[in-house]
């Protein structure tokens, strides 16, 4: 069966180092792959997402994530992080033609000063 | 453009009333999507429209969720009657192609 793996739950980073979150699937073949931000309150915005070619994908907001075949990963990551970065990140796989989702428990960023 | 509307945006109801969340997508966009993001987990699918045919309602609770997309627009999302265990953030997102777009989120709280 297919599934998405975020396992970190929770991740704590001090304001101008870097981040990086892991994201692992189950899956015959090479899905989709997006990551998604949630802020409080908000609805999920779209980071950055994967369909083929070169797998390092730059995003909005200074992020990047790399696609990892052998190792079924696709990890966000950002050289220096900014305090309005704190939010719960997921990221979300795409199985289908039909544009289905499958999302991750999500990862929880905490942004010290 | 203007994005992806829900309301209302928050609800209190007690168990085994009814409930109504609508949602009006992005124009253009053909592909609607219900999903449920229950407190610590991620948004999972329960129904998925093209223009106001079903793809995919596998994951709906048919026995207490509704939904429609009359015309091919707005959707609306029903439960009835409410258990406690429905409390969560209903979310709508819309697509065009394999991007969606997702709305602010309707928080349900059921008591």
């Known amino acids: 069966a297919q599934s998405v793996t975020q396992p970190d739950i929770h991740i704590t980073v001090s304001e101008g180092a870097s981040l990086e979150l892991r994201c692992n699937y189950s899956y015959g073949a090479t899905p989709y792959l997006f990551w998604y931000v949630q802020s409080p309150g908000q609805g999920l915005q779209l980071l950055l997402k994967?369909?083929?070619?070169?797998?390092l994908v730059q995003g909005i907001k200074g992020f990047e994530a790399e696609f990892k075949r052998s190792q079924s990963s696709f990890n966000l990551r950002k050289p220096s992080v900014h305090w309005s970065d704190a939010a719960e990140y997921f990221c979300?796989?795409?199985?289908?033609?039909?544009?289905?989702?499958?999302f991750g428990a999500g990862t929880q960023v905490v942004v010290t000063p | 453009e203007a994005g992806v509307a829900q309301s209302p945006r928050y609800k209190i109801i007690e168990k085994r009333q009814s409930v109504a969340f609508w949602c009006n997508p992005i124009?253009?966009?053909?592909?609607l999507y219900w999903y449920q993001q229950i407190l610590g987990q991620g948004p999972k699918l329960l129904i998925q429209f093209q223009n106001n045919g079903v793809v995919d309602d596998s994951q709906l609770p048919k026995d207490r969720f509704s939904a429609e997309r009359l015309k091919g627009v707005d959707s609306t999302l029903k439960i009835q009657p409410a258990k406690l265990e429905d409390s969560a953030v209903y979310l709508c997102?819309?697509?065009?192609?394999?991007?969606?777009?997702f709305g602010p989120g309707t928080r349900l709280t059921v008591t």
């Open positions: 994967y369909f083929s070619g070169d797998t």
């Open positions: 997102a819309s697509s065009r192609q394999t991007e969606q777009y």
């Open positions: 124009s253009g966009h053909a592909t």
């Open positions: 979300a796989v795409g199985f289908d033609s039909w544009g289905k989702l499958q």
